[in-house]
């Protein structure tokens, strides 16, 4: 509905009177809606399959390791990194290697499984979060706790691709809010040391014309 709206601002000794009138309407009709979201894998995809840290989607294995990374990806029945995606993390001033840790699987649906790791890093925790779709789709969450002070002073996630697999490196361009499948070229990846592209650049692919591993984390677009 319409409504006025009156505020009183005091200024020194004088209160002057802003008034103004709003409508608010009704909510659209598809908000909050759940069309489109459902539990049933859609042809050609399959579903999704777990055998101890291993998860298969159409095509393609991820074994699992540290902090919900992938210790090896299989893509057409060829594994793709050269070794598991290393983590480490500098507390208080030393570097930690986090290990392994526990493997706990806690939602299994057709389109989508969830679970939970948990390593250490000296005093601090670090409890990955993680979830896969049956696309291969895959969201990582690192939550790092202390029962005690500590500082965090450095994450560094390393992911150990094969040399033969990384011949051709993809990204978009330096305008925020633009969908990266619409701009952006293909060219071989840099030969020396090359700085991870920051934000609003926040995706990258790195494979060759069938295989590979595309990375997004947190942009301004707020994901």
């Not at 000794?13 to 008034?19: D, F, G, R, T």
């Amino acid at each position: 509905g319409s409504y006025e709206v009156v505020a009183d601002v005091k200024m020194g000794p004088e209160v002057v009177s802003l008034k103004s009138s709003m409508t608010k309407d009704p909510p659209p009709e598809w908000l909050n809606n759940t069309v489109g979201i459902s539990d049933k894998v859609p042809v050609p995809w399959t579903p999704l399959t777990i055998e101890g840290r291993k998860i298969s989607c159409l095509l393609r294995d991820y074994t699992f390791g540290v902090a919900g990374f992938p210790s090896q990806i299989s893509v057409l029945g060829k594994d793709i990194l050269a070794g598991p995606v290393r983590v480490s993390a500098k507390v208080d001033g030393t570097s930690h290697l986090l290990k392994e840790g526990t493997f706990r699987p806690y939602d299994r649906k057709d389109t989508r499984i969830s679970f939970k790791t948990v390593s250490h890093a000296g005093p601090v925790s670090v409890e990955g979060d993680t979830w896969m779709e049956y696309d291969g789709f895959v969201w990582n969450t690192m939550t790092f706790s202390s029962d005690k002070p500590a500082t965090v002073e450095s994450v560094s996630v390393e992911i150990p691709l094969k040399k033969e697999y990384a011949t051709l490196w993809w990204s978009g361009d330096d305008v925020a809010f633009t969908s990266p499948m619409t701009r952006g070229d293909t060219f071989a990846p840099p030969q020396a040391v090359s700085a991870f592209p920051p934000p609003p650049k926040n995706f990258l692919r790195l494979g060759d014309e069938e295989r590979g591993i595309q990375l997004y984390h947190e942009s301004l677009e707020g994901w």
